[in-house]
């Protein structure tokens, strides 16, 4: 089993900056795969960016160049930068993971293990 708990969610202005954080807790496979999602009231859960165990990294079209995703292994802990934030931003955000795996997938039912989430308001 696999514990994950978010955390660095918050509010701030357009253009602002923050910084999320995922620790992950129990058996952790030496193959695996971690994404950030996020979800907006009444819209789909979608993810956001995703790295696996290569440090191979893949992002949404709609934050390349603005978030960074980044996993810290000897802390087991799972960041991701967000820049140039904007309104359309704001969501609920979510840590994800999936074990013995290295091609990840962009689907939440890809993974099996889920944070309980932290929110992200960005106003204008």
């Known amino acids: 089993q696999v514990q994950l708990v978010e955390s660095g969610g918050g509010s701030v202005q357009a253009g602002g900056s923050l910084r999320l954080s995922c620790a992950a807790s129990?058996?952790?496979?030496?193959?695996?795969?971690m994404a950030w999602f996020r979800q907006a009231p009444g819209k789909e859960r979608e993810g956001v960016a995703t790295i696996n165990s290569r440090m191979e990294t893949s992002y949404a079209d709609s934050v390349k160049g603005r978030f960074t995703i980044s996993m810290d292994n000897a802390e087991n802990t799972l960041y991701l930068n967000m820049n140039s934030l904007k309104p359309e931003d704001t969501a609920m955000y979510y840590c994800a993971a999936r074990s013995d795996v290295v091609t990840c997938g962009i689907s939440p039912t890809f993974y099996h293990y889920w944070g309980q989430g932290t929110q992200v308001t960005v106003s204008s």
């Open positions: 129990g058996y952790f496979a030496m193959r695996y795969c």
